[in-house]
């Protein structure tokens, strides 16, 4: 199996990564690489040739990224932040395992999930694990970018021909959720596709920045390069001024063909046959025990149909089908209390929220999150065709009156 990390040598390069992460990373960079690689072979192609690379590794990349709908993986994403003299402050560590369904929609079961001690953690970086990161350039998107073809280099065994990437116009944070990737990527010249990228993740906003990213894919079951390591470490700075230095680990892992058989099902489409007990379920186990709050269930009715105590769905803001806001305590208006609070929440089978507690967050805050949390509806959890109970965690965000 051709890769381009070769065992024998993977953990001294990624040693050597994070030593030239280190020294580098006081500098944020905007594309992956200031300095040009060190180019072997011919590196004078026409342009004809180059579009013509173009197309065929773009073509490729559709269908890898098709392909990837057809196998369920792990993967193992570590982000910390780090301070002033090297030391963990803060750490956001997410362990799951992703299936597809038959109409090729993503699920993720969560097997392990703390809670974090870095709250800062926004949707679009979790959603940029799965997208930007693990750069797959499509052809269907290839007219948005502009590729600027900077020679070949060779590493390890493989012969790459390399492309600066960005955007066409700009991204405006403000008129679009998108993601685009910026940076440079590394193209195998015999399968033409992606085998390493390095960039970024733009829009960036004034309260919301990313890191560069160092991503290596590694050749599966002979046909496609899948993504297996990412790694930055990086200082983001602030509009205000105020700096945050990221480290982040993304391990990628058994990669095996097959789907998912667990489905979300909107409340009022599921038949009611899905709502019996099953005795043969064993819904995925959290490490999480469930927790009480006077005036809500009680954790010894936290357990499904078969005894098994309910599995862990993490943050659940995006899968609300209403989430109402908190409303900012008068108390809180006197210390201008604001800051996120964390809810972690027990729902039912229909997604009602029947149990709840505020474990994160300032204290003049926390009740005000909590009654919230009671009237938010979520959407039911089916699990091999049986409605389960599920744990999760419910974010607010409060601004300072």
Do not use: C
Request: aromatic residues 10%; neutral net charge; glycine residues 6%.
């Amino acid at each position: 199996m051709r890769s381009l990390v070769k065992n024998s040598f993977k953990f001294a390069l990624l040693a050597a990564l994070i030593l030239v992460a280190a020294v580098f990373a006081s500098a944020q960079q905007t594309t992956a690489d200031a300095k040009a690689p060190t180019m072997t072979g011919a590196s004078n192609l026409s342009q004809a040739q180059i579009d013509e690379i173009i197309r065929k590794f773009t073509a490729k990349e559709t269908e890898f990224r098709r392909a990837l709908n057809s196998y369920a993986f792990k993967r193992d994403a570590l982000i910390q932040t780090i301070g002033m003299g090297g030391q963990v402050t803060g750490e956001y560590h997410r362990v799951s395992d992703f299936t597809f369904d038959d109409q090729g929609n993503r699920f993720e079961k969560i097997n392990f999930f703390p809670m974090p001690s870095f709250p800062g953690v926004t949707q679009e970086d979790i959603e940029d694990l799965g997208g930007v990161n693990p750069f797959a350039l499509e052809a269907a998107r290839i007219n948005q970018y502009s590729l600027k073809y900077v020679g070949k280099e060779r590493i390890d065994e493989l012969d790459l021909y390399v492309f600066d990437v960005a955007p066409k116009v700009t991204p405006d944070a403000k008129k679009t959720k998108d993601r685009f990737f910026i940076g440079r990527i590394w193209v195998d010249d015999r399968d033409l596709q992606i085998v390493k990228s390095k960039g970024k993740a733009i829009p960036e906003t004034k309260n919301n920045k990313f890191p560069v990213v160092e991503t290596y894919r590694e050749q599966i079951d002979g046909k496609y390069w899948f993504p297996t390591y990412a790694y930055a470490d990086d200082d983001l700075v602030y509009d205000n001024g105020t700096d945050m230095r990221i480290r982040m680990q993304v391990k990628y892992t058994n990669f095996v063909v097959g789907r998912g058989k667990v489905t979300i099902t909107e409340i009022g489409e599921a038949n009611p046959e899905q709502i019996k007990p099953d005795p043969t379920l064993t819904p995925p186990t959290s490490q999480s025990k469930p927790t009480s709050t006077p005036g809500t269930q009680s954790a010894s009715n936290a357990t499904n149909a078969d005894g098994a105590e309910p599995g862990d769905a993490g943050i659940l803001n995006e899968r609300a089908i209403d989430l109402p806001k908190p409303v900012y305590p008068p108390e809180a208006k006197k210390v201008h209390a604001a800051g996120q609070v964390q809810v972690k929440v027990l729902l039912d089978e229909t997604g009602k929220v029947i149990s709840a507690q505020a474990v994160f967050g300032p204290e003049s805050l926390r009740a005000a999150a909590v009654e919230a949390a009671h009237r938010a509806r979520f959407k039911p959890t089916i699990d091999n065709g049986v409605a389960v109970k599920v744990f999760g965690v419910i974010t607010y965000d409060f601004v300072a009156q």
